[in-house]
Structure formats: C-alpha cells, structure tokens
C-alpha cells in the first residue's frame, strides 16, 4: 500500500500480560504498520507496567506510547483516554482493538483499503471499518457480531468484501480523524459492556460503518458465547450490571421511554425463563432504575491542544 495515512493503534489492557505479548507481536507483524502504538494499562499488578515500561524503550518501526492509569477505568475508560491521545497526536486514523485479540497480519492494511473503497462508492464519509472476529477455533466469535444495515449488501453487489454496519465491537475498528472530531469520545463512564456500541451508533448516524471480511482478528476470550441476560450468575453479575445500566440508559436517553420499557422488560422475561436466582434479578432490577439518573455526557476532544502540540 503506497503513502498509507498516519495510524496510531490504540490497545487496552489490564492483567493480561501473556495475551498482551501476542498481540503486540502480531502488530509487528502487519503489512502496514501503524506509525504509533498507544498501550493504555489500566493500573495493571501483574507485572505489566514493567514489562511495558522495557517494551517501550525497545525501539521499533513504530512509536511506542505507554499510558499508565492510576485506577482501573475499564475499558471504556481506556479507550476513551487511547482515543484521545491519538487524536492529540495527530493521527489520521485510529485502530482500536483488545488485549486477547490478535489481528492477522494484513489486518490493518485491510481496513484502511476496505474504507476507502466504500466511501469511494457511497459518496459518503464513512465512521469506521471493523474487522471480521473469529475465535481461536476459526468460528465466527458469537460476541462481537456487528449489527448490520437492512441494505447490508450494498458493497458486495458492487464487488466489495464489505457488508455495511450499524455497531460493533472495539476488538478491532479503524476511525478516522474526522468522525472523533464530529462525535467525541465514547462515554467512559461505562466503564464495561456497551460503550462500543453506542460509540459506534453515535458514529453511524449519518452514514453506516462497513465489516471489512477480509480483514479478520482472533478473539481469544475464554467461551465462545454471546450475551444472554439468562446466564446471569454469581461470577459474571458484577458485568451484566454494567451491562443492563449501560443499555437501559442509552435507550431512554437517546431513543426514549417506550423502547426503554421493551428493553427492561425483555431482560426481566430473559432472566425469568433462564432460571436466574431471585436476589440476582433483583440486582439487575436496581440497575435499570439507576439508568434513570445515569446520563453521562459526551466528552469532545481539544481541538486546540492538538494544534499546539502539532506545532
């Protein structure tokens, strides 16, 4: 690929250094490198900040920027600080992906071919390009599906590896410059579970995001299962609370109190008919009245600190 944009990819991690390895290896490994490499540790204690603070010194083709967290901000948090020192750094391109994910290596060049082409066909600015994410299997991996289009179709009847998208995961997605500018950052006062959708629809409205095929990345999460409120349990509630807060928010917020009311009560019809225990229901209850008050606002990036520091 000739006279590629600046990228910088931006990766979030906590306590998952042997996965974090493999990831970084398989940066080094892309066709096209991004010109800088932002690591944000959400205040790991497994050894990671060392390892990162020797990874950093290294040297390499790409530019190697550690942000160390005083807390663990979770991944909307991390991504909303990763995405904003891009921005502060003048990246054209930002490519957002997990510390379990490992991009194949033609990966990035890939998306930034696979954006081109559909806004080059659209005639529109399109918000972002996502890859295909596949388990360690090689199956499809049942979390990170994108949500598509009615007209998903658009770009493979003109002969494109690209459906269009309305959402999708932060496991592997290039944004470009301009639609940070427009949009702002995710909201990182999610802390986990959804606020990569609802950046993504924020980004979407105007015009659909693409799922690049031919770009993929391997999701190497522990089960390859999807969300599903009826598997709420003793180990995995403290996520799906984020999750329902997070989700019962953004609905009647930003699409109202009707469909507000359809998502809790398809939560609560979920749980029922998965058997989930009585007191945890209960805690997810809670939860979707919380959204009532939870309404974060968004937060937009310094134009003008980036101009400074550009100069």
């Known amino acids: 690929m000739t006279n590629p944009p600046s990228v910088a990819a931006v990766v ?157 995961s932060f496991v592997s997605v290039l944004i470009p410059r301009w639609a940070i500018q427009q949009h702002g950052l995710p909201y990182k006062e999610y802390f986990i579970w959804f606020d990569d959708a609802e950046y993504t629809l924020r980004l979407s409205k105007d015009c659909p995001g693409v799922e690049v095929l031919d770009s993929i990345i391997i999701h190497d999460m522990g089960i390859n299962k999807g969300v599903n409120f009826g598997t709420i349990n003793q180990n995995n509630a403290w996520k799906f609370s984020y999750g329902i807060r997070n989700q019962a928010s953004y609905w009647l917020h930003h699409q109202g109190f009707i469909k507000y009311l359809i998502f809790c009560a398809r939560v609560c019809i979920i749980m029922r008919r998965g058997g989930v225990k009585p007191s945890l229901r209960l805690q997810m209850y809670r939860q979707m009245v919380k959204a009532i008050w939870f309404n974060p606002a968004v937060d937009h990036v310094n134009s003008q600190k980036q101009s400074e520091i550009a100069a």
């Open 12 to 168: 979030v991690t906590y306590n998952r250094m042997a996965k974090l390895k493999k990831v970084l290896s398989a940066i080094e490994r892309q066709t096209v490198a991004p010109q800088t490499l932002i690591i944000v540790d959400n205040a790991s204690d497994d050894g990671t900040a060392e390892y990162l603070r020797a990874y950093e010194a290294t040297g390499s083709e790409t530019t190697v920027r550690v942000v160390t967290l005083d807390s663990n901000t979770g991944g909307a948090g991390g991504f909303s600080r990763g995405i904003e020192e891009a921005y502060n750094i003048g990246a054209e391109y930002v490519w957002l992906f997990d510390d379990d994910g490992y991009p194949e290596p033609d990966a990035l060049e890939k998306l930034l071919v696979g954006i081109t082409s559909a806004t080059e066909t659209l005639n529109k600015e399109v918000p972002f390009a996502c890859s295909l994410v596949k388990y360690i299997d090689g199956s499809i991996c049942e979390m990170n599906n994108p949500e598509t289009t009615w007209d998903w179709g658009r770009l493979i009847a003109k002969g494109q590896q690209a459906v269009l998208v309305k959402s999708c």
